[in-house]
T-cell receptor, first 117, second 116 residues
């Protein structure tokens, strides 16, 4: 597709359920990021992939959060045993090159809104 | 501890006038700054950026000013148009290899409303 595609757009989970959020970046983009955006806040960094390598996962809030990009294209963010504080919009972004070798521009998807009841 | 701060949650401007959105940062390791625009139910889209070696960057109606000594940047939109109504996020990154070299740190955003 022309842009970053995320699915599902909306997800309602009961507390304790596991969820998986998918990101299809722009074809050929090397860098892929996951951000978490709470209501009324700016996006907060979760993790960064360069191709299939996860180079930075310092933003993942707990070991319940796991991300992968096994073939260097599609990425999945998995949240185990969801809790109410996990409710947020999860944004995926991609960049054509290794981050900071260009303008630093990221192309964002529309996000997956997770609501944990 | 917010390292990028947008202290004005909202701003209302008349069409045709100038919109000025402000952003302050605390980390002196940031060396690249960006503005993103976000419409409801869409992801943020890149608007304009500036390197710390510059103090001004202009792109059409949008100009970003950087004051390194004050750790302050601003986005000027002239003239403002109703289609500019959106949430504007300021973001910063650091030198490659440093703690903030592979991520953007965002402010909380400012809602801009341009009245026609």
């Amino acid at each position: 597709g022309a842009g970053v595609s995320q699915s599902p757009r909306y997800k309602v989970a009961k507390r304790g359920q596991d969820v998986a959020l998918r990101c299809d970046p722009i074809s050929g983009h090397v860098s892929l990021f996951w951000y978490q955006q709470a209501l009324g806040q700016g996006p907060e960094f979760l993790t960064y992939f360069q191709n299939e390598a996860q180079l930075d996962k310092s933003g993942l809030p707990s070991d319940r959060f796991f991300a992968e990009r096994p073939e260097g294209s599609v990425s999945t963010l998995k949240i185990q045993r969801t809790q109410q504080e996990d409710s947020a919009v999860y944004l995926c972004a991609s960049s054509v090159k290794v981050f900071r070798t260009n303008t630093g521009e990221l192309f964002f998807g529309e996000g997956s809104r997770l609501t944990v009841l | 501890d917010q390292q990028v701060k947008q202290n004005s949650p909202s701003l209302s401007v008349q069409e045709g006038r100038i919109s000025i959105l402000n952003c302050d940062y605390t980390n002196s390791m940031f060396d690249y700054f960006l503005w993103y625009k976000k419409y409801p139910a869409e992801g943020p889209t890149f608007l304009i950026s500036i390197s710390s070696i510059k103090d001004k960057n202009e792109d059409g109606r949008f100009t970003v000013f950087l004051n390194k000594s004050a750790k302050h940047l601003s986005l000027h939109i002239v003239p403002s148009q109703p289609g500019d109504s959106a949430v504007y996020f300021c973001a910063a990154s650091g030198i490659w290899g440093g703690e903030y070299g592979n991520k953007l740190v965002f402010g909380a955003g400012t809602i801009l409303r341009v009245k026609s």
